[in-house]
């Protein structure tokens, strides 16, 4: 009985904690998935306006962020490999990487969003207002899922932020790797979106 | 705990899966610039769906874990196919 006690404060399951990571993962992806469908119902309504619309939107920001998105989700990746492999110093420096990049990526949409701004397109504006109900649309709904997405790329960093300190106090160790695997798994989500979102707003034709 | 099937992916592997998907990103940025019709977005959304298959199997480590991730990762996006068939089919045919 005892003994029974003593394995109960060292509870470690790294299955089940991946289990309940992907488990919230899938009501991220409906969340989402549910603006897909928003968004594909109402171009789908308003084919000539969305198109219009979207020449609106920097190719160029869109692209790089892109860029950047994937490598952030590589360098996360990797430092989950040093972890595993016992090299802590360089899973640090991989995770401090990721972190600047999620930086870089909000500095990019700042200057990407204040340009639109600047040119009173955001939602209920006056010249988004006299515009037509496509526009409105197209607009409202590129704001709404951009901006969703860039709270989940802050969320992300809160989060990494977190994992990166608890590595560096020796929290998080080469055997016990759960709780970076599943903030590895919640960046790479955040990148999986932006792979839907960069063809559907910027490249449509 | 059964540490010696745990799966380590090396930084080589990531590094091919970061240029397979900067490639394809570089691809449908040139496709869509090209004018194909409704075949643009189709395109679009083909490779979207490739790349997210990598990020999930090789970032995400669906191929390396056990099955039932994948198995409940499948599901999911089986259900979500079948809310855009069903939502379609009411704008369609309405």
Redesign the interface.
Known sequence: MEQSNVAHTDH?D??AS??GM?LFI?TE??LF?GLF?VY??YR??HPVEFHLAHLELD?TIG?IN??IL??S??TV??S??AM??GNKKLSLILLAITLLLALAFLVNKYFEWGAKIHHDIYPGSEFLMSLSKGDMLFFGLYFFMTGLHALHIIVGMVLLSVIFVKVKNGSVIQ?RVSLL?NG??YW?LV??IW??L???FY??? | ?S?HK?H????KS??V??LC??LL?IL??TI?SV?LGPY??TA??V??SI??SI??L????LKF??K??RF??TL??AI?LV??II??FD?LYR
């Open positions: 470690f790294p299955t991946k289990l992907w899938f992806i409906l998935g469908i594909s119902v789908y309504k190719v692209f892109t860029i994937l490598v989700s590589m990746a990797m989950i490999t595993q492999l055997n695997e590895g798994l790479h990148d999986l792979i839907f960069f063809p559907l490249l449509i034709h | 705990m540490e745990n380590i992916s090396t930084y990531h590094i899966v970061l998907l900067v990103t449908t940025v869509t004018h643009n977005t679009a959304m490779i979207a790349k997210a990020v999930l090789y970032f995400m480590h874990d056990e039932i991730f409940m990762v999911v996006i979500y809310v855009i939502t379609f704008y």
